[in-house]
């Protein structure tokens, strides 16, 4: 798709955040104790976890949700690939049940789609990783966050409950960025301290009552002027 952001942005209604936590994906089988997703146009979360049953019953419940939804767009973050992508996902279901699920039909990695706005050094990827810095920068709360190899660790020793709030929270939180980068306000490396100042200052424009009658009268002189050219 060439230009993801506008997809999302004339498709917002339909986008879904989705985040899932795994066992080590460099050992076999990957197991998924927890998946969370978030629809963006009401907040509602749905979370699925082994805290309320087993791995067996998380992908049930997340494919139905799919097979429920079937015009739905995913967005996710570093979801693509053999690594951490939705095939992930499908190779558990059809491990455990046999057959293939519910096709998911739509996918958007968060990551790629801030990178073909603002380039591949948009932020730093440092320690903690980009999505965690990417939060910090544009003042998004991380708490009960962990990092990939944290969470990892907690599902093969089956600690799941801080596994689910970090993974609740990274939804969250991918939620509030594409809040920010929609509305063409988010903080990246890329983005000076002027240009912030800039695009704050456009907004309060906007916002102003001013503005909005200033444009309610352009309408009206249009209107008026293509009225007297055709009379």
């Not at 076999?28 to 629809?39: F, Q, S, T, W």
């Not at 944290?150 to 929270?169: F, G, H, Q, W, Y």
């Not at 909005?212 to 055709?230: E, M």
Request: aromatic share 12%.
């Amino acid at each position: 798709m060439d230009n993801q952001l506008s997809y999302l942005c004339d498709n917002q209604d339909n986008i879904v955040l989705l985040h899932y936590a795994c066992t080590d994906v460099s050992k076999y089988p990957i197991m998924i104790p927890c998946i969370v997703l978030a629809e963006y146009n009401n907040r509602n979360t749905h979370v699925f976890s082994t805290l309320d049953g087993d791995e067996k019953t998380v992908l049930q419940e997340f494919y139905k949700y799919v097979e429920r939804n079937p015009n739905r767009t995913y967005v996710g973050w570093n979801f693509k690939g053999v690594t951490y992508g939705p095939q992930i996902l499908e190779r558990r279901y059809k491990e455990i049940f046999g057959t293939k699920p519910p096709k998911i039909n739509f996918v958007f990695d968060l990551d790629d789609v801030i990178e073909a706005e603002y380039g591949k050094l948009y932020v730093d990827h440092g320690d903690k990783g980009k999505m965690y810095n990417l939060f910090t920068l544009n003042d998004i709360s991380t708490l009960d966050f962990l990092g990939g190899m944290k969470e990892a660790e907690l599902c093969e020793k089956n600690d799941i409950r801080p596994v689910e709030r970090s993974t609740d929270r990274k939804v969250r939180g991918m939620m509030n960025i594409l809040d920010f980068l929609i509305s063409r306000n988010l903080k990246t490396a890329r983005t000076t301290i002027k240009h912030r100042k800039l695009r704050t200052i456009i907004n309060n424009i906007e916002k102003s009552p001013i503005y909005r009658i200033g444009k309610i009268v352009a309408i009206i002189i249009t209107i008026i002027g293509g009225y007297f050219i055709l009379f």
